[in-house]
């Protein structure tokens, strides 16, 4: 799972995926909608760091970490530039992609 060491970490972070995404939800109304993914690593990343808990592993799949540098890599459920249309994206191509990624 991800792990960001200060609030400036985290904003990065979304200004790369979170921001851009078409799954982000911002109506413009202050109630700020943002990410079910981002809130929920927000919300248990601490309590489940060391967990063995099955709620882990979905946290490690969702916003995967480089195991060599222990940096985030792109959220499973990132669905392109939401300015732009985005790009299409189906299970397997996040799958296989995830396999990839943590080799």
Not at 1 to 8: E, L
Not at 16 to 45: E, M, P, Q, T
Not at 74 to 91: T, V
């Amino acid at each position: 799972m991800a792990y960001f060491s200060n609030g400036s970490a985290g904003e990065g972070y979304q200004q790369a995926y979170c921001f851009k995404c078409r799954n982000y939800v911002d109506k413009k109304d202050g109630r700020g909608y943002g990410c079910a993914i981002w809130d929920l690593h927000l919300d248990y990343s601490y309590q489940l760091c060391n967990s063995k808990d099955i709620a882990k592993d979905m946290l490690d799949f969702l916003i995967p970490v480089n195991p060599k540098t222990h940096t985030p890599l792109e959220c499973s459920m990132f669905l392109g530039n939401r300015k732009k249309g985005g790009i299409k994206c189906n299970a397997k191509s996040v799958v296989k992609k995830q396999h990839t990624l943590l080799r």
